[in-house]
């Protein structure tokens, strides 16, 4: 059906929390992965998205203070690890999504896990708003050139939202928003991605259904303003 109507999927989700505190737990969720790469190589995707985790028993990116322990972070690259290696011979990558509230909520976060994993198929699936805190909010430009700087053709997707901080509450509270409602530089991000060696695809995602399609005018009116092709 791909191949009949000329499209592509870009990503094959696998969210799962690869640093689940219980250990039986924690092996059924690396396996559901490596299931999903699985799957990815039937479709022909390139790859499967997921993200760190929390040592919480609960949610995905639940805040937890040993979720930045170096014990945390050796699960982690062990764990994917073992995907990758249950995996060996696939050509699908592993996307790892970044999140504030987790051990993977930098740039250099990424660049490190891509270096101690020490796979090819150990990749970046960006998403620079799960990476905005209070002190990147009024710098997402300096935020989106650390990202492609550093990671540069590692990155295999990107998610497309917006963050906002809550005017009026007493503690700092952002929250996602319609791209274009927030602060995040459009035109660096889409100036930065049209220069990769092979097209990326921009994914906005976790908006109410009749944003959408705000969210897709607004990244191409962005597009064409900065010189950048996206196909209709």
């Given at each position: 059906a791909c191949r009949k109507h000329d499209m592509v999927i870009y990503e094959v989700g696998g969210y799962t929390n690869l640093i689940y505190p219980d250990s039986s737990r924690r092996e059924k969720n690396l396996a559901g992965l490596a299931h999903c790469i699985e799957v990815a190589e039937s479709v022909e995707c390139?790859?499967?998205?997921?993200?760190?985790?929390?040592?919480?028993?609960?949610?995905?990116?639940?805040?937890?203070?040993?979720?930045?322990?170096?014990?945390?972070?050796?699960?982690?690259?062990?764990?994917?690890?073992?995907?990758?290696?249950?995996?060996?011979g696939s050509r699908v990558c592993l996307g790892m999504e970044a999140q504030v509230t987790t051990n993977l909520d930098s740039p250099r976060a990424h660049l490190r896990l891509i270096e101690d994993v020490g796979d090819n198929r150990c990749v970046v699936n960006l998403?620079?708003?799960?990476?905005?805190?209070?002190?990147?909010?009024?710098?997402?430009?300096?935020?989106?050139?650390?990202?492609?700087?550093?990671?540069?053709?590692?990155?295999?997707?990107?998610?497309?939202k917006d963050s906002c901080i809550v005017p009026d509450k007493q503690t700092v509270y952002a929250q996602e928003v319609c791209p274009g409602r927030g602060v995040l530089d459009y035109e660096t991000y889409l100036a930065r991605m049209s220069r990769m060696k092979w097209p990326r695809s921009i994914h906005p995602e976790h908006l109410p259904l009749d944003q959408y399609p705000e969210a897709n005018a607004y990244i191409r009116k962005v597009a064409k303003k900065v010189g950048v092709t996206i196909p209709e």
């Open positions: 390139r790859m499967v998205g997921t993200v760190s985790g929390t040592r919480a028993s609960k949610n995905l990116i639940v805040p937890h203070p040993d979720n930045w322990t170096l014990a945390t972070w050796r699960l982690l690259v062990a764990g994917i690890k073992q995907v990758l290696r249950d995996t060996s998403d620079p708003v799960n990476m905005v805190s209070f002190d990147r909010y009024f710098h997402t430009t300096e935020l989106i050139d650390e990202c492609f700087d550093l990671l540069g053709e590692k990155i295999y997707g990107c998610h497309a």
